[in-house]
């Protein structure tokens, strides 16, 4: 079945460090989307990038789809306290009827 | 105030009994979604249905059931055959449809544990 990977399962930075997740689909997606779930909270969407080799930004984190869409990652620049949690990407399945997320990858940051 | 709502917040279930998580949405939409998050790992899909009266399987459905008698309702039944349920179980639901509609929103979560 379609699966969804992401690399690293973790990360741990300096706070000032930038930070980067890869996502990659084993089937070309539709679109992707990520989220992210804060300690002890629930995932909350951040951006769904639909067009190949779409970047989007919000502030400093930098989204990036893949040419054949099938790849995505999200980098963020000069990370904050506020930036701890688990990043996750998601796509859907042909017909739509449900996403596959990755395993994520959790964010820590040293003060 | 638009939204998810799960409860109860925390669960404790003896061993041999069932116990029925609740999800609720007034967002208006027709699909929805239950999964389960152990410590540390990602999201994995129990059920999920498209419409009501209408339910499929996930990937790890066994010792679990759903039922989707109104399209805002979408409770979770963990059965007595469900023998590791000690889990965080995450609601969600969006609209149906293929392209740009299936941003998922999530509830709260139920943490269950059993005695």
């Known amino acids: 079945g379609q699966q969804v990977m992401q690399i690293p399962q973790y990360q741990h930075v300096q706070e000032g460090e930038d930070f980067t997740t890869y996502c990659n689909s084993s089937?070309?997606?539709?679109?992707i989307q990520w989220y992210k779930q804060r300690p002890g909270g629930h995932p909350v969407f951040l951006i769904q990038?639909?067009?190949?080799?779409e970047v989007k930004k919000q502030k400093r984190l930098t989204f990036q789809f893949g040419e054949a869409k099938k790849n995505s990652s999200l980098h963020i620049t000069a990370t904050q306290t506020t930036d701890v949690g688990t990043y996750f990407c998601a796509g859907p399945t042909q017909g739509a009827q449900k996403l596959v997320f990755g395993q994520g990858t959790r964010l820590t940051i040293n003060p | 105030d638009g939204g998810i709502t799960q409860s109860p917040k925390y669960l404790f279930r003896k061993e041999g009994q069932n116990v029925t998580l609740s999800c609720e949405q007034n967002l208006n939409h027709d699909a929805m979604y239950w999964y389960r998050q152990d410590p540390g790992q990602g999201l994995r899909l129990i059920y999920y249905s498209q419409i009501v009266n209408d339910f499929q399987k996930g990937d790890i459905a066994e010792g679990y059931s759903v039922s989707r008698e109104k399209k805002e309702s979408f409770p979770l039944t963990v059965t007595s055959a469900q023998k590791n349920p000690t889990a965080f179980y995450l609601c969600?639901?969006?609209?149906?449809?293929?392209?740009?509609?299936?941003?998922?929103?999530f509830g709260a979560g139920t943490r269950l544990s059993v005695l």
């Open positions: 089937t070309t997606l539709s679109n």
């Open positions: 969600a639901s969006s609209t149906s449809g293929s392209g740009a509609k299936n941003i998922q929103y």
């Open positions: 990038l639909v067009k190949s080799g």
